[in-house]
Every structure is written in C-alpha cells, then in structure tokens.
C-alpha cells in the first residue's frame, strides 16, 4: 500500500483507489499509543474513535462520481490516521485558535453563497460550550469534516461531473475530482502561518466576486425588510405622465435605483426627472432597451421577488468557485450570458465589446485558457459536425456550393491528404459518416467565415475567439447565433489589447495593416493572455451595480437543482 510521511514524522497509510474498510478502526486503536498525552488529551482521542469506526468488511470505492467528501467515516478515518488520531482544532479546554477560525468561516459561509447548514454548524455550537473528552471528540470531527465539505465547495468541487449536463451548466474547475485529497487539505492547514487569513484567501478575491457578495448583502437586507410589493399591470408608463401607479413603482425603486434619500414628498404619482434616471438605470441593469418608457418587459423585471434575486447572486458565486480564483491583472473576460468581452487591466475595464456566442444546440462551454497566438487571415478547418451537417446537404442541393465559398476539399485529415475536385463526386453517394473522413478548408478571404482575425487558446472544446463578414449580427439584442466560438465584434480593438502586452510592440497602424491584407500571418505570444469564459446571468459592474442578465441558455434553475 502507498505511504507518505505525516506531520509527525511517522509513516501513515494514504488510501488507494478501492480499500478495506475493516482495517481502519485497529490502525486508529494502534495510534492512540504512538505518541505521548497529557491524561485529558488522552480522552479526547479515546472518544473520537467513535467517529471512526467503519462498517466491517466494507470495501470503498472511490470513483470520480464518488467523491471522499460524501462518505464522512472514510474521510475523518483517512485524516486522523495521517495525525495519528491526534485533535487538530481542540484541546481539553475546548476550540483552540485554529478551532474558533473555522467555526467563523463555517458560519459565515453564507457570504460565499453557501448554506452553513451542510457544515453542521448547529451541531458544532450545540458542543461548543462542553468540555466533556466525548464533547471535544465530536466537536474536533465536526470541525474537521466541516472544514473539509467547505473548502470542497469553496473550490468548486461540488459533485457535478464535468460529462453531466450540471457539469456543464457550471463550468470546469480547474482542480481535478480524483486528486482532491483531504490529508494534503488538511497538511496545508496546518502549515498556515496565519490560519484565519489562510481561510479568508481561499474564495476568490477578484472584484467580480466580491461585488457579488456586496450584492448579495444588498439583497439580503431588502429581503429582510420585506422585499418590494408588486406593481399593477396597465399601459405603458413615460416621463411626464401622472398615474396611481407610479407610486408603486417609485417604492419598488427606492429598493435598489432611486436615491436612498428620496423625500417621502417625492413618492407619488408623478413621473419626473428623478424616476427617469432610476428608471434608465433599473433597464441598463437589467439589459433591457433604455428609453424610460415602463412597458411590460420593464415592469415584469420589476415584479421579479427578491427571493429570485438572491438566488441569481448565489449561483453565480457558485459559479465562480468553480472557475479560477485570481484571474490575473490583465485578461480577457467574456460573458455568454451578457453577450460582451470584456479587457481588464487591474480591475479597470478597458475594453468592451458586443460578441455572438453559440445557439442553444451548440452552447458555449464555461471555461478559463490562455490566448498563445494570433493569426491574420486564417484558414477555417470546418468541423466534421458542420461537415455532415450543413455542408453535405448543401452539396447535394448544389455541387458547386463549396467551389463557391472558396473551400476546398481534402481526401483525409492526414498531413499527406489529397486535394480533390468537389464537384465531380456525387454527394448523394456520400453519407454523413462517410462525409466526415475529408477535411474541408476554406481560404483566407473577405468571405471567410472566421473574418480576417483569430485568437487562439488551445483547449479540447476547440472553442476560440474569431472575427466574421457578418457583423450586422451585432445589432442584435439577443445574440446566440454560433457554433460555439465566439465571434467578436471588434477584432483589431482585442489584438491592441492582447499585442500590447507583448515585448515586441504593435502600434494600432500596424495591426490595421495586417488585417486589411489578404496573407495569412501567425503571431505567437511571448506572454499568454488569460481568457475566461463565463456564464454570469448576475454581474456587477466597475460603478458596483448588480446587472442581471436573461438565462439565454436556461441553466439558472438546473444548477440550482444540481447545487441544491
């Protein structure tokens, strides 16, 4: 059986994939004579056998799908045994510094999105105040597994395989389900030099998450007094007009867009000035058209409970545990949800542009990756799914249809394929698996589907950054329309951004230069640019406003179901 030193200095067993459970209580017996104790200590480690036992005869088997963190008994086993079953958190006197720290963290998980009552946190203060060894044993196992489920979550380790639709819906994280392991977890703890900022770090700390967490707080305390009643249904409401109902809206407004000063005199029904402004900013918050006028896409934003809210903010946090944590001090952020790319350098947005992301059968993956090169003018290698798809039908419509679009045709994906002539197959004779064995190229060209500009970040999902000849598509409100890349809006703005960032400097006249021409050219980036890809249907902006945007993908309620 494989063995690593534990902080003791002594060897203890770490578990393999399959493992007798039987064997763990007489190991924790045997340990508890390998190091001296004062006679209370002794007591406290005697008691927390109890919450070690396993079931005898019992083999474990540890699969991405079941993770250590759901079997309570094989986790404390696996840690105390690398301690020596030796308390970490408590001493006969109760919680140590370290103990109280995570009580803290633990009960206020709740700022992370997080429901304290998975960490047992009712138990945990039920013992609090005993010092009976059977009462330290269990508060010390509490606080260790409840450390444990917390950090799991707070990495977005949540029991959502990446292969599964919920898997998808959050996101990749960017530690892997089979390497979580709770006696290095544990190992890291201990070696903190400050354990409570130890724990602090370990949720992200870019401004994105923490606005959301200042959100959340703003939401929280609206709930609490009361949310916002519903505003009636009627016709449309404009600057200027006088209306029993703009009384009601002015109230659902105080909440979160009119100024918390608002004299009481001023809530009435008269649309002035001042409900204009809230009003443009409840609908630029809410990614709807800014004209003032409250129709009914307005008022149905209005009307959304704050219950809803709140959820919104929690998943969203949620889905940032599961992407990386420091997003580095320039990178490229894209939002589906919001249709935007955004370049940040320390914290300052100083790119934003309009993107198109894929439709609904061929979703955006959520993901975070390195821009490694550009390249002006690209080829675009046409997937075998559009290959069958779309281009094989089209075919046999027309066998000129590739001749047309300047793409040609090649007899395999090997390098030493064979250009052949598209228009003297017959199309009808091919089928879609048959169809997926060449390789269609298109050129370098004003009618390339990739435009004149690509940014890559490698990656398995073959997803990347392009531009496209159809940018009227941007004017358009709701923009899942792709195959799954996004397209940008303003790609010599996004090579500025990335170039400007390399040794070799680019100025905006030669970045114009290459991409008006027709050569294919690839620059490779001395320094790999961040890019993270992301599904944020609650956002907050650099001003410290929560936005929500619409569930384009319809995710919302199936990962609150799959968290939940």
Known sequence: MPYRPDP???????LSRKFPFYFLLPLALLALLQLPANGNTLQIRKAMTKYLVCSPLKTVDITPTKSIVNNRALCLSTIYLSVNNYPLWVDEEGPTEAGWAIVHHLQNSSDHGLNPRKYEIEQIKDVLP???PEDLAQLETLLTFGLVKYLYDLHGEKDLPISSEAGRMIGETNNSKNSFDPVTLIKKCLEAVDFFTFLKNQ???????????????????????GGWLPIPEGPPLKPGDKDSRIKAVKLRLLRTDLPHDTPLQNINSNYDDTLRRAVLQFQARHNLTTDGVIGLRTL????IPVRDRLETVRLNLTRWHRQAHQLGERYILVNIADFTLRGIVDNETVLDIPVVVGNLQNQTPIFSDHVKYLVFNPYWTITPSIAKNEQLPALRKNPFHLVERHIRLFSSWYDDAIEMDSTEIDWYTITPSQMSVFRLRQDPGPWNSLGK???????????YLHDTPSQDLFSRDQRFLSHGCIRVSDPPALASFILDFQQKKFTPEMIQDLYLQNERKVIPLDTPVPVHITYQTGWVDKEGLIHFNKDVYARDQKLLHAVN
Do not use: C, W
């Not at 870019?206 to 305390?221: M, T, V």
């Open 8 to 14: 003791t200095g002594k060897q203890s067993f770490i």
């Open 130 to 132: 005993s010092q009976t």
């Open 203 to 225: 949720a992200p700390s870019h401004y994105h998450y923490k606005g959301l967490q200042e959100s959340l707080r703003l939401y929280q305390s609206i709930a609490a007094a």
């Open 300 to 303: 149905d934003a209005m009307n």
């Open 453 to 463: 500009l690509k940014f890559v970040f490698p990656n398995k999902h073959s997803i």
